[in-house]
């Protein structure tokens, strides 16, 4: 759930299928909407941030707050002015580093030495914002860029019947279900291929229910 305009994700498992509660676990993703940027450090091009994440959390915290700082103004300045001038109309990254990180959670991260990137997640106190702001100095201190592509799979077109994040709009729907039915009336294939397309559809609708 979203503080900042209420809506939700819901994010689909199949553990049956699941090999690694880190790298991409989830089978579909469900929003709102897809955004425009989202950090996602599941993606596998996230691996090098995920492993920078790391190594920061393994120094001595007073080094690691360093290097924060150090980042924040960096964090406030938009990328624009370092993209060059042939490229200066293309979609850039605002990155802003958190408010507030829990050091006191930093000190036990630090003292209990995660192996990998999982047992670091597994410790308590670590949340969106060590998770976020690890992964802004692991890109603007050593270059490892995590990945901004928001990985939802598919948006709620018309909200959910449990009124999450909004009450279904019955309407859009039947307008949407009417464009559908009248674009495969019409579309100029055969009636072999008409009929193979509704397969195709009906298939689709079952795989994706079950997620």
Do not use: C
Request: proline share 6%; hydrophobic share 35%; no cysteine.
């Amino acid at each position: 759930m979203s503080p900042e305009d209420r809506t939700a994700r819901r994010y689909h498992w199949l553990s049956d299928k699941t090999t690694d509660f880190v790298v991409e676990p989830h089978n579909a993703i469900v929003g709102d909407a897809k955004r425009e940027k989202a950090l996602d450090m599941t993606a596998r091009r996230s691996e090098s941030a995920r492993k920078a994440s790391l190594d920061l959390v393994k120094e001595p915290t007073r080094k690691l707050s360093r290097l924060f700082e150090d980042a924040r103004p960096l964090s406030q300045r938009s990328l624009k002015e370092w993209i060059p001038q042939t490229r200066a109309e293309q979609p850039f990254a605002v990155l802003t580093m958190p408010r507030g990180i829990n050091w006191n959670t930093m000190r036990r991260v630090y003292e209990f030495q995660p192996r990998n990137y999982e047992e670091f997640l597994s410790i308590k106190g670590v949340g969106p914002a060590t998770v976020r702001g690890l992964a802004l100095v692991a890109e603007l201190v050593y270059g490892e860029k995590p990945s901004w592509e928001d990985p939802v799979k598919y948006s709620f077109a018309y909200g959910g019947k449990d009124g999450v994040p909004f009450p279904v709009n019955r309407r859009a729907m039947d307008e949407s279900i009417s464009v559908l039915r009248e674009t495969w009336r019409n579309a100029k294939i055969d009636d072999g291929e008409r009929a193979r397309s509704l397969q195709r559809l009906r298939q689709f609708v079952q795989e994706n229910a079950k997620l």
